[in-house]
Nanobody, 123 residues
Framework: VQLQASGGGLVQAGGSRRLSCAAS????????MGWFRQAPGKEREFVAA????????NYADSVKGRFTISRDTAKNTVSLQMNSLKSEDTAVYYC?????????????????WGKGTQVTVSS
């Protein structure tokens, strides 16, 4: 599986943005998917995760209630809908894939990463 994230850009605080991650490969449905982000000068951090069917999701406390992760297995895509954006959401966002039946678990090795997409929230 190869991943390509898109949808980043400049958005005002309080606004919304939708990121997409397109996956290539026939085994997309075998992978749990997730989003991570890395702000300047900070380590990469977990944002959201989803399992192979889309029926199980997890979120970082910092985005819970504002971000929603979803997937379309037929289109091989995973999306991150970001609402009520804050300046602290500014980061490069990465999508990632991990084999498994549950939602992507950031505590285990994540072998597949896409190139990031920059999200900048202006206050």
């Amino acid at each position: 599986v190869q991943l390509q994230a898109s949808g980043g850009g400049l958005v005002q605080a309080g606004g919304s943005r939708r990121l997409s991650c397109a996956a290539s490969g026939r085994t997309f449905s075998s992978y749990a998917m997730g989003w991570f982000r890395q702000a300047p000068g900070k380590e990469r951090e977990f944002v959201a995760a989803i399992n192979w069917s889309g029926g199980s999701t997890n979120y970082a406390d910092s985005v819970k209630g504002r971000f929603t992760i979803s997937r379309d297995t037929a289109k091989n895509t995973v999306s991150l809908q970001m609402n009520s954006l804050k300046s602290e959401d500014t980061a490069v966002y990465y999508c990632a894939a991990q084999l498994g039946l549950g939602a992507l678990d950031p505590n285990y090795p994540i072998p597949i990463w896409g190139k990031g997409t920059q999200v900048t929230v202006s206050s």
